[in-house]
């Protein structure tokens, strides 16, 4: 089985050079693509130094999900990989995928963190939802059977947070199983999960809940009871944060106004999305919706030595 990993950057020079050494050491025969951008710390000439990089792809656009379809869209293996740059890629990771994706049509593990008391372990993320069990998987941390995430074309644009959970929606929407293994670990070195990024921002994080439940499920009751129901949880928790004195009640108070215009924003958008895409993929803003994320490219898989000099 031929594995693609796509690593999407955005100023992690550094970090990105200790995940490359990484795959370099432990998945040595993977084609690696490195979509960059829009970066300004010298990323693109450490990647063109480097030896162990098949192809760089330049972007303008700052959105997680548009470099990983970016990546998606050049690479060329039978399965393709996901890592995010402040990962490293651990011993037995390259084996548990091939040997995973062997039966399943998605695999994910465990990452670990850095923490005073040691190292954490994540464990397998499952909900059910209108009776289809999903399993969540860590965009940082996933390789996919090219023919399981070509079906339901990538990752969708619209969503600056919670693309990889939206993802493994569709994925199960579409009978396509991700499978936990425990020895498809990645170290991360710093900061939290890219998709979590902007789960601080209740506005996104409420306006994507919204999105993506619609989209993939329609305008469902239980759907909007799942909506209030979290946001109840946050308002609550807000509400003591007041009461402590940690936080301000205008902040309370408007952190609420943002939720509610929010999520009415993603239900719309959502009910556009599930109109304009009634195929089984659910993603109007996929991998196939443009051709032009691209602002500049080198493909060392044809000219290594040319492409380099």
Not at 156 to 168: F, I, K, S, V
Request: aromatic residues 6%.
């Amino acid at each position: 089985m031929e594995l693609s990993v796509v690593v999407p950057t955005l100023n992690g020079r550094e970090r990105l050079a200790a995940c490359l050494d990484a795959l370099a050491a432990n998945a040595p025969a993977a084609e690696v693509v490195v979509v960059n951008g829009p970066s300004a710390d010298g990323t693109t000439g450490m990647v063109q130094a480097r030896d162990d990089v098949d192809v760089l792809v330049e972007v303008s656009d700052r959105r997680l999900n548009v470099a990983r379809n970016a990546g998606l869209s050049v690479a060329t293996g039978e399965a393709v990989a996901l890592v995010a740059d402040d990962t490293e890629v651990e011993a037995s990771w390259t084996d548990a995928v091939r040997e995973t994706l062997a039966t399943a049509d998605a695999v994910t593990g465990p990452v670990h963190r850095s923490v005073r008391a040691g190292v954490t372990t994540e464990s397998p993320d499952r909900t059910t939802i209108d009776g289809r069990e999903v399993t969540y998987f860590d965009g940082g941390n996933v390789a996919f059977a090219r023919e399981a995430i070509d079906a339901v074309d990538g990752f969708d644009e619209y969503l600056a947070t919670g693309g990889a959970r939206d993802c493994a929606h569709r994925l199960a929407a579409n009978d396509y199983e991700v499978a936990w293994s425990p020895s498809a670990t990645v170290t991360r070195n710093d900061g939290e999960p890219d998709d979590e990024a902007d789960e601080r921002d209740w506005g996104w994080k409420y306006r994507a809940l919204a999105y993506r439940l619609v989209k993939n499920y329609g305008p469902r009751p239980g759907i909007f009871r799942r909506l209030v129901r979290d946001a109840a949880a946050d308002a609550t928790a807000s509400a003591a944060d007041v009461i402590r004195g940690d936080a301000d009640p205008s902040e309370w108070l408007g952190n609420g106004k943002r939720v509610v215009t929010s999520a009415a924003t993603g239900t719309k958008d959502g009910l556009v999305a599930l109109v304009r895409d009634r195929s089984p993929a659910r993603n109007p803003h996929g991998v196939s919706d443009r051709a032009d994320r691209a602002v500049e490219r080198y493909d060392w898989r044809t000219e290594p030595e040319e492409a380099r000099q």
